[in-house]
């Protein structure tokens, strides 16, 4: 079994752009903008942001993918690794307390609640974005590339493939992560996703 790790990032700068579009909202006014700032001053003192992965090679086993932690034959990912010799798997989170914020804010107000859960979708993803910015200079320190990643869910992976991402890293061990029945993370501004090296 591949050696898990661990680390907590910095808070990633907030994109505002892709929190609107989280939002589903065009151009910010000023009534959206202060409380957007409202909610970033509720929310980014309390937020954590961390990420558990593992190494694992890729080989190709009849018409799919042995991963080292399960198989596919998904024809999407296999397009996504293509050439790719090694996969780095991760499991993501901002913490419970965003999701928390979201639920009082369902109490009192739909406005407030719908920009903070487009803001814990924005740092998920930003944080997402740091880790794999942090993979690609490392790959790229060895001469070699990677590709965007890729989560269960996407194209033809079945959303069931988290099962043995789960097994595979055990984020609720390291970073607070659980996958509950229907395949839902808790926090749910969690991401779970793989990121091929090529080369």
């Known amino acids: 079994m591949s050696a898990v790790y661990g680390k907590s990032f910095p808070p990633p700068p907030v ?13 910010e006014t000023e009534a959206l903008g202060g409380l957007i700032d409202s909610c970033l001053e509720e929310a980014l003192g309390r937020l954590t942001y961390q990420v558990c992965w593992a190494r694992f090679p890729v080989a190709r086993k009849g018409a799919g993918l042995d991963l080292g932690f399960a198989a596919t034959d998904s024809a999407d990912l296999q397009r996504n690794l293509a050439g790719c010799g090694e996969i780095v798997l991760f499991a993501a989170t901002v913490g419970m307390e965003m999701d928390r914020m979201i639920a009082r804010a369902n109490r009192i107000s739909p406005a407030r609640a719908l920009i903070l859960q487009a803001l814990g979708s924005e740092r998920a993803e930003s944080l997402c974005d740091a880790f794999e910015r942090e993979i690609r200079a490392e790959a790229a320190a060895c001469g070699k590339t ?10 033809d992976l079945p959303l069931d493939f988290q099962r043995a991402v789960f097994r595979a890293l055990e984020p609720e061990k390291r970073i607070g992560v659980v996958l509950n029945g229907s395949l839902l993370m808790s926090p749910s501004k969690s991401v779970t996703a793989m990121i091929g090296i090529e080369g």
């Open 15 to 27: 994109d505002r752009r892709e929190l609107l579009r989280y939002a589903g909202a065009g151009a």
């Open 146 to 155: 990677t590709r965007p990643r890729y989560s269960p869910g996407y194209g």
